[in-house]
């Protein structure tokens, strides 16, 4: 079974910045990209960042410049640099990634669970 488990999320100022985290864990053999999603109150979810094995990258007009992507192979983590936040970056962020599981042996889009993002003064 495989979990992907984020953290970082809270209430920032605007101007301010936060970093969030997301572990995957289980029966992984292998994680192709991984990435960053994000859905605010009546709208529909929408990439953010993603970021291939090998680190290439790629990220929403909307955060250019404000937002990098990473990731640690060895730990099974990507990571999500947010600065110069802004009210209309509200919302709830939402890790993903495609991974190859030990048990069925197929690749398969996992989600985490959610972290809420509140940027507001």
């Known amino acids: 079974q495989v979990q992907l488990v984020e953290s970082g999320g809270g209430l920032v100022q605007p101007g301010g910045s936060l970093r969030l985290s997301c572990a995957a864990s289980?029966?992984?053999?292998?994680?192709?990209?991984m990435g960053w999603y994000r859905q605010a109150p009546g709208k529909q979810r929408e990439l953010v960042a993603t970021?291939?094995?090998?680190?290439?990258?790629n990220y929403a007009d909307s955060v250019k410049g404000r937002f990098t992507i990473s990731r640690d192979n060895a730990k099974n983590t990507v990571y999500l640099q947010m600065n110069s936040l802004k009210p209309e970056d509200t919302a709830v962020y939402f890790c993903?990634?495609?991974?190859?599981?030990?048990?069925?042996?197929?690749?398969?889009?996992?989600w985490g669970q959610g972290t809420q993002v509140t940027v507001s003064s």
């Open positions: 993903n990634a495609n991974i190859l599981d030990t048990r069925a042996w197929h690749w398969h889009d996992y």
């Open positions: 289980g029966n992984i053999f292998n994680i192709a990209a």
């Open positions: 970021i291939t094995r090998t680190g290439t990258t």
